[in-house]
């Protein structure tokens, strides 16, 4: 007998107990699917860690789960090269394309400069913003 339960603090371990019934189902219906992650850092002048691209790539898609460029060094070409790089890595390991998400308050029109086109959105999320779905294929 299986009863709801709720975690209080949840670890990779819980996660991964979750994610285990599902990717079995995944893996029986189109087979099992390499998964690597991928994460590019942009460094300061002191070489620490100021914001870069951070994702997951499964079924042969990448997706890009956040990108991230200080303040101070937008407009100056970096989203645009971890972008590329990304599409690099991406096509080094096979994938079809790249996907990722994006609010109406951050980079939709990036994004869509670098080729990628919007496929879903929920409005309202958060309420009085919407939140944008965009893909683009490299093979």
Not at 4 to 12: L, R
Not at 40 to 47: F, K, P, T
Not at 70 to 80: D, S, T, V, W
């Amino acid at each position: 007998m299986a009863v709801v339960a709720k975690i209080e603090s949840p670890t990779d371990a819980d996660r991964d107990a979750i994610l285990r019934p599902l990717v079995a189902h995944n893996d029986g219906k189109v087979g099992p699917t390499e998964r690597h992650m991928i994460a590019l850092a942009l460094r300061d002048d002191a070489g620490e860690t100021a914001g870069g691209l951070w994702g997951v790539v499964s079924y042969r898609w990448l997706f890009v789960q956040y990108l991230a460029v200080p303040p101070e060094l937008k407009g100056q070409g970096h989203g645009r090269a971890l972008m590329r790089a990304a599409e690099d890595e991406a096509r080094r390991l096979g994938c079809v394309g790249i996907w990722l998400d994006t609010f109406s308050f951050q980079a939709r029109g990036f994004y869509e400069k670098l080729g990628y086109a919007a496929f879903g959105q929920i409005d309202d999320y958060p309420p009085g913003e919407s939140r944008f779905f965009l893909s683009k294929r490299i093979d």
